[in-house]
């Protein structure tokens, strides 16, 4: 296409304009009538796909059935979002202190939480969760409750086998969370409730 | 706080000084020209904007400013207390008139109308009816203001996410309107234990900014003065008089009115989280005196109640009765839904059992249905009952239950009425002044076994029906009962019908001034979708009445049509704050 | 009566056939599309060991490892389509909707009874043609019942009342339309090549030899009839009327349970019968190199390898589709339609005159 052609149809900047050095993207080339018989590329695309018939698989063979083998059994890295857990403080109580923000945060509000006064023996910080419930069927693993946790409290694990049989059984609790997290051996929280300068839940020495 | 600032504050304010141009000189032309307001207002210009404003219809520059929409922040200033000044937060620039200057320092020579050092307290500056020129958010003000956040700031704890105040918390709208992110105190910040003040409040003790709404309301609406401040600088905090705790009727307001988390209702404590509740504008059933609240509710569940403002009612105030009556809307004694012969039925079907079977009785003859409504139900309610009755029953037989009542009480700015039934004037304007008298007859007529049917509507919680009655209702072959929980009422029934709380209804309660005040609903009845109301209209089409099924706001609609004392009104010209009954209305002229 | 029962034989031989071996077209398909994508397919469901069948049965796995891994991955899904909740959506043309699938499934078995399968075999002294019916009008039988599965398409589109149905079933009426303009044409040229529209003669013609297949008389429109069974088929790269990243599903949208199932068992046979078609048509029917000297070696039981020689070929072709699906992106509606109406239609044309040129002489 000429620039001439170009300006007399008065559309898309002429030749002559571009500065020096630029010259203007290519467009469709024009196709030989071999190319326009496709039947060429069509055999080079069912050679190419060919072979990768006998490439190796990508896929990892996450059978649980044997734990032993890293093979078999896959653990996802570092950063998986799969199961909740709830963590523990140094005295095995749960860290929580149901402040409800990861409810708050929660983009699907799976998280029921019910807080109350501690009990007088746990002298660390006056409320904790009484009830402490994640729908794991609404939960969509986004992650944006641990993000929102100001005591490192609840934590996403990188369990991925997330299969029930009911309904029910996929609504967790307090303790199976916190159980979760004592399976895997990875219960206890850094975060101390005293951290200096750091906001977040400071504890009080109990009046009672 | 400091007592620099103070004094500079009590400085007389101008001092005869002689004009610049000698004695007998003409007035010096001031560098700013206001506009000139009409009569009786003032010229007010607040960042370069001009407001003409009536200069008596406001406290200080602070109601002034804020209610023109400025937002000054402020801590220690509440509208129902005198105002005190501590917190400091409510700085503003007023500029010099004369020289069109911020006032840097007392010039007496130059500036003789006001001498203002520095930004000052907007809450203890009074409005100028000679024109004003403040400035509200400039740079230099916006500055004074951090800084006071960061002083607030350095002893607090930042313990939001475990504090109950937390998403309402004044403290965190300043500090994210006004302070800056980062904390530059290294040091350790003092520490204080929480401290129990008395049976239900709790002070965390380092929350606590001294502000002193707390003890200012003990010492100006209660009249009890149990709250003080302690020691001097960084370690004062409130605390009580030993052997002196804070227990009166009042004392939930100082939570309310905290601007922090720190003085806490152990009652309500962790029951909710700020940020999900619902805050519906209704009245407190509690006593006659029909105190403006806000229901505050989480789903189906009220969470607590506070005050609003009705200076006319209650000021800013709610007595303790009141607010902690509340527990009975979820408790586990409710009436969910029907029953018929102690079994479960849908409450529209029981509802229209019970229509059936007093319409049969009402065959008989008008004395063999008998009828009692109570003064906790709405306006709305107890004239669909009165149609019942008279219209579809063709009955005169109804009377009034009535709640006992309890000590009153008086403060200094605040009363609770001895009377508990929050719609006696209601009871009275529908049913008539001679209903108060009418039950008694109607429990001698049950006794003697004339009644075949009684139809007794409740709804009312705490509610101890007297001997004579319950005896009464022995004789009555079918009784239908529709209130809120199970009792001695309901277990002589045959048929139970779901009452509803009042925070449960779309009505209108007389108070004890003859204030009607409408009542909105804050939660989904809880008795299958049917309140009072639609309970009793579904009784009343099954009793024969060809009655469409309304809400309450088309009942109160047609109710005007009919009665004199609420010509012209609907809930929507009573408004938040209501209409005393039978005052001119010029609202209602221009309402709808 | 005899005569019926005998003519049962190569009913069940075609029909079992088809209807036992498409459920497992689906796992080669399935198996194919992983492996050129480097996965690994569907490998869970087997026979027995963990997620074996026996082990639904049992209850326990048998073996430890997995045997015939993902094998009767079909089998599972056929149980799952067939106890599905039959659900026809309110808002359907209910006698229309449930009509369409039995359309879809229903001409390409048809097609089939016309394709020879096999030699003539002389059992028990009874000679049986391994052929349904050997219709004097081969070709245009299969021509009449390809075209009727636009119906159960368009059917099933319109029934649906979905606006994605809707547009899916349209395209495929359009698209099999066009093509089969352009097939017919082929086929003109393929009856003009053999002189007879039975296939039965077609397959006979193709007896001599490797170099008397149709493939070399007429390789342009060997090249032109495959790419128009692509169409017909509605695979990819012709498969508009599905098309799932625009049409959701297309025609098929709003179905499920066993009504998809035979849209979907329909996909496969018409994929078989144009694979079935394709052979007698161009690749020598059920003869292989080697034949005759076999037949003379070991007599009729030739009729086996020649069974097993089409089976073969038809697979081979099935193959071939699904390589092709797994290779080539979608073409554009426009693109489609410019391919059917200004490439292959004129080539086809040419070639017709081409072969009508060449075959002059015969038909004097």
Known sequence: MSAAHDEGHGHGPAAAELPPGVKLAPGDPEQTWVEKLYLPEVARGLNNTFKHIFRKKFTIDYDQTDRDNPAKFHRPREGYRGEHYLKKDEDGHVKCVACFMCAAACPAECIHIEAEATPTDWNNRERYPRRFEIDMLRCIYCGMCEEACPVDAIALSTTYNLVADTREAKVYDRDKLMKTGEDLGISLSKHKYRPDGVPGAVPHKKAH | ?592 | MADYLWKLLPILLVFGGVLGIVPFLVFLERKICAYIQDRVGPNRVGLLGPDGFLEAVVGVPITKKRILGGFFQPLADAIKLITKEDFIPSHAEKFLFTMAPFFALLPPFLAFIVIPVGPDVTLFGQSVMLQVADLNVGVLWILAVASLSAYGVAMGGWASNSKYSLLGGIRATAQMISYEVAMGIVLLSVLMHYDSVSLRDMVGVQSAGLGSWGLWHQPVAFILFVICAFAENNRLPFDLPECEAELVGGYHTEYNSMKFGMFFQGEYIAMLGMGALTTALFLGGWHFPGYAWLKETIGAWVTVFALAAFAAKVMAFVLFQMWVRWTLPRFRYDQLMNLGWKGMIPIALLNLIVTAWINLPKGT
Not at chain 2, 192 to 209: F, H, N, Q, S, Y
């Open chain 2, 1 to 592: 706080m400091s007592d620099e600032k103070k004094s500079e504050e009590k400085k007389p304010a101008a001092p005869p000084a002689p004009p610049p141009g000698g004695p007998g000189g003409p007035p010096p032309e001031p560098a700013i020209k206001l506009p000139k307001a009409p009569d009786g207002l003032m010229t007010l210009r607040v960042d370069g904007k001009d407001h003409f404003i009536d200069p008596k219809k406001y406290r200080n520059l602070l109601d002034a400013l804020n209610d023109l929409g400025y937002g000054v922040p402020h801590f220690c200033y509440h509208p129902g207390l005198e105002p005190d000044g501590n917190c400091r937060m409510c700085y503003v620039n007023v500029i010099d008139v004369r020289s069109g200057k911020p006032i840097v320092g007392p010039n007496l020579a130059t500036q003789p109308w006001s001498m203002y050092p520095k930004p000052i307290i907007s809450c203890r500056t009074s409005l100028d009816p000679r024109g004003m020129v403040v400035e509200a958010n400039s740079p230099p003000v916006l500055e004074a203001r951090k800084w006071v956040m960061e002083f607030q700031l350095i002893n607090h704890p930042l313990d939001c996410p475990v504090c109950d105040k937390a998403g309402e918390c004044m403290l965190q709208d300043n500090s994210f309107k006004h302070g800056q992110a980062d904390s530059r105190f290294h040091e350790h910040k003092n520490e204080k234990a929480p401290k129990e003040l008395g049976p239900t409040i709790k002070l965390w003790t380092d929350r606590c900014i001294t502000c002193t709404r707390c003890t200012r309301f003990l010492d100006e609406v209660a009249g009890t003065s149990e709250l003080y401040v302690i020691n001097r600088g960084d370690r004062s905090e409130i605390d009580i008089a030993p052997g002196h705790p804070l227990d009166n009727e009042l004392m939930g307001n100082v939570v309310d009115i905290c601007p922090v988390g720190c003085l806490i209702d152990k009652d309500l404590m962790y029951t909710y989280r700020a940020w999900y509740l619902q805050k519906t504008d209704s009245v407190c059933p509690a006593c006659s005196r029909g105190c403006n609240i806000q229901v505050n509710a989480q789903k189906e569940y009220v969470r607590r109640l506070t005050p609003r403002e009705n200076r006319d009612v209650n000021n800013f105030w709610m007595c303790e009765r009141g607010r902690k009556d509340f527990r009975y809307i979820n408790a586990d004694e409710r009436i969910l839904q029907g029953r018929v012969n102690n079994e479960a039925y849908p409450v529209i079907a029981a509802a229209e059992e019970a229509g059936r079977l007093l319409a049969a009785a009402a065959q008989q003859g008008p004395h063999s249905v008998a009828g009692f409504c109570s003064a906790w139900l709405t306006l709305e309610e107890l004239h669909t009952f009165k149609q019942l009755f008279e219209e579809t029953l063709r009955s005169k037989q109804y009377g009034l239950l009535e709640q006992a009542g309890w000590e009153a009480k008086e403060f200094p700015k605040f009363k609770i009425d001895a009377d508990r039934n929050p719609n006696r004037a209601g009871a009275k304007l529908v049913l008539g002044a001679g209903i108060e008298g009418a039950a008694a007859g109607v429990i001698e007529q049950m006794a003697q076994g004339r009644v075949k049917v009684a139809y007794v509507v409740a709804s009312m919680p705490h509610f101890e029906p007297s001997g004579e009655l319950l005896q009464a209702l022995e004789k009555v072959e079918t009784v239908i009962v529709q209130d809120l929980s199970r009792g001695p009422l309901s277990a002589k029934a045959k048929i139970v019908l779901p009452g509803a709380s009042f925070a449960e209804k779309d009505g209108v309660f007389i108070n004890s001034d003859g204030r009607m005040q409408v009542l909105r609903r804050a939660v989904d009845p809880l008795g299958q979708g049917n309140d009072d109301l639609a309970v009793l209209q579904r009784v009343a089409r099954a009793a024969g009445s060809e009655q469409k099924m309304l809400s309450g706001r088309e009942v109160f609609r047609r109710m005007a049509e009919s009665y004199p004392e609420l010509k012209g009104l609907n809930h929507k010209v009573l408004g938040r704050k209501g209409q005393v009954l039978g005052a001119p209305q010029p609202e209602a002229a221009d309402g709808d």
